[in-house]
């Protein structure tokens, strides 16, 4: 992809954010990054309105990505992360594009059922409808809103961690069904929704490979002839999700995910 001419900011600049802001560098555009701990252009918050003014002086921009993590966190911590930088953003930025990372928790999927953008979501403890009022805010601010399914990829997979270390599995049943969701994936996701002029709001699932637990273990057993520790881990707090994660819509576009979990499990014992 080309992004010769194009001026982005990504807000947020860990496990996701700063491989975005690489892959647009690497594209040709001039970026611009935010996060209040991590290695970044501009280290804060951006839902302080004075670090944003100051951040429009160095670059303005055609494009946002607000790729915020928290890595559980308080109902402030949210707040902060999520809510308050987009309600600024989509009021200082009017007419920009605005992409929105989210996560397909926010569905109500508990039985194994598919879930579309259409599906009921479900808002089980206040840090989760902080997530979805900042969903609101930027559909409203004619912004874009990615559900992403569960991260993986560099140093990253706790699936694969808890194998490879003979540790309790994934909460769950059996039958449950599991999303992933490769970061790179997930980058070429965000670039191609920031990027269509003809596309105003929407809310897009984002979503690699869906396996059931047994399967995704039984693949594992077979590749490396390992059998899987027989326990499970607790659930969070969250709860645990079981559903299938319909991205149809984005397909529709032309996206589709090239990296599997099978490959990333070869790699992460190499």
Not at 105 to 112: D, E, L, M, N, P
Not at 152 to 164: A, I, K, N, S, T
């Amino acid at each position: 992809m080309n992004l010769q001419g194009h001026s982005v900011w990504v807000i947020g600049a860990g496990f996701l954010g700063s491989a975005l802001a690489d892959t647009c560098r690497e594209a040709g555009a001039r970026v611009l990054t935010i996060d209040p701990a991590a290695v970044a252009n501009l280290r804060g918050s951006a839902g302080d309105e004075a670090l944003l003014q100051h951040a429009l002086q160095r670059l303005v921009p055609d494009m946002v990505f607000c790729c915020a993590a928290t890595h559980g966190g308080t109902v402030e911590d949210y707040r902060r992360a999520y809510l308050e930088p987009v309600e600024k953003l989509v009021k200082l930025l009017c007419g920009t594009r605005v992409v929105f990372c989210s996560s397909t928790s926010v569905y109500a999927g508990r039985g194994g059922e598919t879930v579309t953008e259409d599906s009921p979501s479900r808002a089980v403890s206040e840090r989760a409808g902080i997530l979805l009022q900042a969903e609101q805010v930027v559909l409203q601010g004619g912004g874009v809103v990615v559900r992403l399914a569960s991260l993986y990829g560099p140093g990253r997979c706790e699936l694969l961690r808890r194998f490879f270390k003979a540790l309790p599995g994934v909460p769950g049943a059996a039958s449950r069904r599991l999303n992933y969701l490769h970061r790179d994936d997930a980058v070429q996701a965000l670039l191609l929704l920031g990027t269509q002029p003809w596309l105003q709001e929407g809310l897009f699932n984002v979503s690699g490979e869906s396996f059931t637990k047994s399967a995704v273990y039984g693949l594992l057993e077979a590749a490396f002839n390992i059998e899987a520790e027989p326990e499970s881990a607790a659930p969070s707090a969250r709860g645990v999700s079981d559903m299938y994660v319909d991205c149809s819509r984005l397909r529709a576009l032309g996206w589709s995910p090239q990296r599997s979990m099978l490959a990333f499990a070869h790699e992460w014992i190499s």
